[in-house]
């Protein structure tokens, strides 16, 4: 056998949903049972919707030696919705592997967050390990929106704004080639089941690469090369935190059943190659989005003309709506520091003074940090709900298109993209400009 068709065993068993559901069951999640019949009451349809094994045609995903690949979602042989809850074996087993007997009451874990466009929530599951789910659910969590809106504005307004700007740079440029890179591949979700669905936020995108394990690799490498010999700490300190960081929030894409195995590993690989190419351009990118006469109008034209790229790539999904988001973000944010440098509003330290040494833990320092933070978020919040409620009717009013359904509105070209685009642009600018501008007019700066 040849090394390329060892790979491609490899990348097939990496890619089986069955490896997914097995780490589930090993952590504690297990399908919940019908709420509605007896564990000794069969079911007749019990026996198709019993897993696929390896190599069967029903298998989401590709297996060597099969034509056609991967079916893309919506495909009869791509059970990509959610499956109601109890799908399988009536006694609990599947697969050959026991679950856990008992008669515990099947609920909804956590609280599962609906889907914006598609209205789709998380299966009803049994959780064993709660512990594990809450470490996991916070792990998954660092690649979502709510992070990412305290995380960079944290950087930004109370610990560096140079190395803030440039992390910036970096996730956008990973999650613009991750988010196209899904659309070209096409490769599904894990089948479920046998999977169990725990979170379905994304669940409508593509599965290759894991964008969250891009983020998650991206964002404490790109840290720690940033931060060290700019600031003084030991470089232990970075070498715990990319590998701990890294691996959780890897690990909690496979927990909650929406990446397989190969997903997170590629994710991990295209990352390092993608630091290693665009790392050292970072500088000279960040510079001239600070002093360039045109860097504004360049900023803007290029993100939105890569937006617009992303969105012919493939039929729509919240892909689209994401890669439009975050392309808003990042040219909002070099926008807003443009200005902001121009006017003298936020002023990078001299490198004389470099490596920067850690200021005193003191009373006033927090209590600043704290009123910056509460002042900054009230005010993006208000922007963010401000543009989305004006951006999308008058998108709607522009093109044509009926406003009554805002789901069906939004999964338009026409509306997604300026909608998310300005939105975010103007959320971006008003972290690096606006709320800077606060900061220094109530003398919190």
Known sequence: MSLRQQLVQLAGRLQEPQKVARFQRLCGVEAAP??????DQPREEDGPAEAPLPGDAR???WSPGTAGGPQPPGHDRNPCAAKAAGGGAPNGVRNGLAAEPGPAQAHRVGSPRRNSLTGEEGQAARVNNWPLYYLFAFGTELGNELFYIIFFPFWLWNLDAVVGRKLVVIW??????GQCTKDIIRWPRPASPPVVKLEVLYNSEYSMPSTHAMSGTAIPIAMVLLTYGRWQYPLLYGLILIPCWCSLVCISRIYMGMHSILDIIAGFLYTILILAVFYPFVDLIDNFNQT??????????????LGIFSFTLDTWSTSRGDTAEILGSGAGIACGSHVSHSVG??????LDILPLARPPITVMLLGKAILRVLIGMVFVLVVRDTMKKTTIPLACKIFNIPCD???KARQHMEVELPYRYITYGMVGFSITFFVPYIFFFIGIS
């Open 34 to 39: 019908p709420p509605s019949r007896s564990a």
């Open 59 to 61: 298998r989401r995903g």
């Open 172 to 177: 956008v440029l990973v999650m613009y080639l």
């Open 292 to 305: 360039h006469k045109y860097a504004p109008l360049i900023i803007i034209g290029l993100h939105l003309a």
């Open 345 to 350: 509003l936020m002023l990078d330290p001299p």
């Open 405 to 407: 359904d805002i789901r």
